[in-house]
């Protein structure tokens, strides 16, 4: 069975939202850290280092940095303290990012990426170390040129965004260029990139049958018990094989509407009691479940009037009757 991986979104998968979301809903495998930001200094800011304090079961710490040393210094201490592997951003397109020769920046300077690797693998007593990367950043005639790279070094795994730097979120992704890294960078590779449902995902399968996993974001902030049923589904494929089209495709509709909808309301329910503890106030509360709420809001489409009275609530209780009159 493909693994199945929860990508790292800055700001909403938090180590609150992971907490709440292993309980509430399965099928991941691993869940990956927003960025921790790594510098020359070697000392990481109270927030940063919250993302990986208490450890947690199941879950990469995601670096962002320009150095390879600095890289290996942040995998070694991460590797103390329990974390087996450890991932390399090479994806995030941010301008003040990128202009800092970091994230899909590293991916503009081809000499200086090969660099940072040899930098990186100097080094001994590295956890391993996998990297999360995109085509290229102007062309995707350079997944060649990457893939060439990528090969020279033994990394656990190569998740791959089938978009270049320049395209950020936006088009298709190239399939083309993903299956050229994929062909000759010498290492697993993880497809990431536009999956939203279970249907998307046998989708990539089927083009793709031997990657080892895939990796989800926005999908699963839109449906958050997307990756137990793509599970739940294979399964069932694998022991009724004569009769899988008799299976709906997700649990919304196998369990009812009913008892999906009452575990997104407990789901959310504890996010907010959850994030009442920790943050400073009810406003940040709110607007950290309005965030999540842009996403959620998809998997209502007849509630678009209820979806504006979440957004436009100020304060708990309005914000709690908004999410009733949505989800019961």
């Keep these: 069975m493909t693994n199945i991986y929860f990508a790292p979104m800055e700001g909403i998968t938090t180590p609150t939202y992971r907490k709440v979301h292993r309980k509430y809903f399965g099928g991941i495998d691993k869940y990956f850290s927003p960025f921790i930001v790594v510098t020359s200094a070697h000392h990481l800011k109270k927030r940063e280092t919250r993302e990986y304090i208490p450890f947690e079961e199941n879950m990469v710490p995601q670096i962002l940095t320009a150095g390879g040393c600095d890289m290996a210094w942040a995998a070694k201490m991460l590797k103390n303290l329990g974390y087996g ?76 965004h089938p978009r270049i730097r320049e395209e950020y979120y936006q088009g298709s992704p190239n399939l083309e260029s993903f299956e050229i890294i994929k062909k000759k960078a010498n290492s697993p590779v993880v497809y990431n990139g536009d999956i939203y449902s279970v249907s998307g995902y046998e989708e990539i399968i089927k083009k793709f049958p031997d990657i080892s996993g895939v990796m989800i974001g926005r999908g699963l902030l839109i449906n958050p018990a997307l990756a137990e049923e793509i599970k739940e589904k294979e399964d069932y494929a694998n022991t009724n094989r004569e009769n899988t089209g008799s299976r709906m495709d997700n649990n919304r509709h196998n369990a009812g509407r009913g008892i999906y909808n009452q575990r997104i309301s407990d789901f959310m329910s504890e996010l907010y009691d959850e994030y009442m503890v920790i943050m400073s106030g009810e406003r940040d ?21 209820e979806y504006k009275a979440v957004m436009k609530s100020k304060n708990g209780a309005e914000y709690k009757a908004a999410v009733r009159r949505i989800i019961g």
Excluded at 117 to 125: M, P, Y
Excluded at 285 to 302: G, M
């Design 285 to 305: 509360v709110l607007f950290k479940l309005k965030e999540l709420w842009t996403y959620l809001s998809k998997n209502y489409p007849d509630a678009a009037q």
């Design 85 to 160: 592997e450890v991932n390399l951003n090479l994806g995030c397109p941010a301008a003040t990012v990128v202009t800092k020769g970091k994230g899909s920046g590293l991916l503009r300077d081809k000499y200086k990426l090969e660099k940072f690797f040899e930098e990186l693998f100097s080094e001994s007593d590295l956890p391993e170390i996998s990297i999360k990367t995109r085509c290229g950043f102007v062309y995707h005639e350079e997944a060649e040129e990457l893939a060439k790279i990528y090969a020279k070094y033994p990394f656990k795994e190569i998740i791959v």
